[in-house]
């Protein structure tokens, strides 16, 4: 579904993305995690068509992503940023209506397929009480759910967020990530998950991607990856992995020196 090959990237005369490699396979949730700096903004802008490599290849579906036509990615791959910047005070259910405009003809003409996929977008984020809200008058936490059913809605075989969470409350954040969840195992939904925080991908990721200075460290299944090692050679910061009893899920406590 994804998948890169000595992938170099960057801004000016610094760069970010020095030959980093991976692939993520169909109904894969995969976090990518690693320090300030590493790269993994950077890594979502280049697979999202934002920002063009500078060598090497990524491709999405079989595709560079370059060669996709907008509307052909926005098909393919939905994306959810850290910030959403949504500058008109547009109703929250016209934010999510723009997921469907993929699939949509030119004059854009909404059909009843359209809005219940709208519907149920916004049912499964707990955003239907916004819908009438204008986007700029809600709450980070609330705009963040607004554009994950927008996202949702639009109905893409992989979701590909950068910190999509951020700003939502442990609650609402677990509630999402339950969700999505759900999506890839019943529906075989492709999710790769840019995350700071270690322990929401220790508990949903099957799978996990850790970047430094500009590189793939270490990536595998999670159960193989996250370990005290990789994580003191990560962040540089010694740290204890435990199972959670009877949830068969990884936790990870940080420890100061």
Not at 115 to 129: F, H, I, S, Y
Request: charged share 25%; with cysteine; proline share 5%.
């Amino acid at each position: 579904m994804i998948r890169t090959l000595d992938l170099r990237a960057g801004y000016g005369s610094r760069t970010v993305l020095d030959g980093v490699s991976l692939a993520v396979r169909q109904g894969d949730f995969v976090g990518v995690l690693g320090p300030n700096g590493s790269g993994k903004t950077t890594l979502v802008r280049v697979l999202s068509g934002v920002m063009p490599p500078r060598g090497g290849t990524a491709e999405i579906m079989g595709s560079p992503v370059g060669s996709l036509k907008p509307r052909e990615r926005a098909r393919r791959m939905a994306v959810v940023a850290q910030d959403a910047d949504v500058r008109f005070p547009f109703p929250c259910v016209e934010v999510v209506r723009m997921g469907r405009y993929p699939h949509q003809r030119s004059w854009r003409v909404d059909h009843a397929a359209d809005e219940a996929a709208v519907q149920a977008a916004m049912g499964a984020t707990d955003t239907l009480a916004l819908a009438s809200r204008a986007i700029t008058d809600v709450s980070g936490g609330e705009r963040q759910r607004v554009m994950m059913a927008r996202a949702l809605a639009q109905a893409t075989p992989i979701l590909l967020l950068d910190e999509a969470t951020s700003s939502m409350d442990v609650h609402r954040k677990l509630q999402m990530f339950t969700l999505l969840e759900g999506r890839n195992r019943r529906e075989g939904l492709t999710v790769v998950a840019v995350l700071h925080d270690v322990n929401v991908a220790a508990y949903f990721c099957r799978g996990l991607i850790f970047l430094k200075d500009g590189a793939v460290a270490h990536q595998g299944p999670t159960e193989e990856v996250l370990t005290p090692e990789v994580l003191a050679e990560v962040y540089r910061t010694e740290a204890v992995v435990r199972e959670i009893p009877g949830r068969g899920r990884l936790q990870v406590a940080f420890l100061p020196s």
